[in-house]
């Protein structure tokens, strides 16, 4: 089956940088769109990126020109770099899958059908 498995978050200072990674295995890689998501404390479930099975790539408004995601499909991983951290990025990080093997972007989580397990990230102020 589909697994996906989050790492590289923790606890960073605002302005600092993390870089989380997706590994994913169980599945066709290059014909899956992957974003990452977020869920703070008290709140729902959000889109952060996604980019699909080639290059394309979208971002939620409050995270334009911070974060970058990227793929590389012959490691089948998927990554998110994020710059300039602030304290209301801190959430649990979520990696999901969605097969697609269009150029199709899916940036609301219930268009997603496979989630890892999630990472913590937290920025301190």
């Known amino acids: 089956q589909v697994q996906l498995v989050e790492s590289g978050g923790g606890l960073v200072q605002a302005g600092g940088s993390l870089r989380l990674s997706c590994a994913a295995s169980?599945?066709?890689?290059?014909?899956?769109?992957m974003g990452w998501l977020r869920q703070a404390p008290g709140k729902g479930r959000e889109f952060v990126a996604a980019?699909?099975?080639?290059?394309?790539?979208k971002y939620a408004d409050s995270v334009k020109g911070r974060f970058t995601i990227s793929r590389d499909n012959a490691k089948n991983t998927v990554y998110l770099q994020m710059n300039s951290l602030k304290p209301e990025d801190t959430a649990v990080y979520y990696c999901a899958a969605r097969y697609d093997p269009t150029m199709v972007v899916p940036t609301t989580p219930n268009a997603y059908n496979n989630w890892g397990q999630g990472t913590q990230v937290t920025v301190s102020s």
């Open positions: 169980g599945l066709s890689f290059s014909n899956y769109a």
């Open positions: 980019i699909d099975w080639s290059v394309n790539t």
